[in-house]
Nanobody
Framework: QVQLVESGGDLVQPGGSLRLSCAAS????????MSWYRQAPGKQRELVAQ???????NYVDSVKGRFTISRDNAKNTVYLQMNSLKSEDTAVYYC?????????WGQGTQVAVSS
């Protein structure tokens, strides 16, 4: 059974930091490209950051220099370190795994940035 379980979402003040984690099971994690998406209220889901099975990373322009995606294949876990958080980062963050035509989603974790 495939599972992606996100954790680490919280309420944080602007300028603060959070680290999201996504624990994967039920598939060969190291073969998959892993991504973080987010969806703010009233907006479409957008790709935030991706790390390929080879370790190549990509980020949406709005988070470059502030967010860092990483993966630990030994722990079947992908992380998103988020620094200098802004109110516009408020969203539900989803973990995604993709390999060819196979795609899996987590249930999401809420990040709220507010003073």
């Amino acid at each position: 059974q495939v599972q992606l379980v996100e954790s680490g979402g919280d309420l944080v003040q602007p300028g603060g930091s959070l680290r999201l984690s996504c624990a994967a099971s039920g598939f060969t994690f190291s073969n998959y490209d892993m991504s973080w998406y987010r969806q703010a209220p009233g907006k479409q889901r957008e790709l935030v950051a991706q790390i390929t099975s080879y370790g190549t990373t990509n980020y949406v322009d709005s988070v470059k220099g502030r967010f860092t995606i990483s993966r630990d294949n030994a722990k079947n876990t992908v992380y998103l370190q988020m620094n200098s958080l802004k109110s516009e980062d408020t969203a539900v963050y989803y973990c995604n795994a993709q390999f060819v035509l196979r795609r899996y989603w987590g249930q999401g974790t809420q990040v709220a940035v507010s003073s």
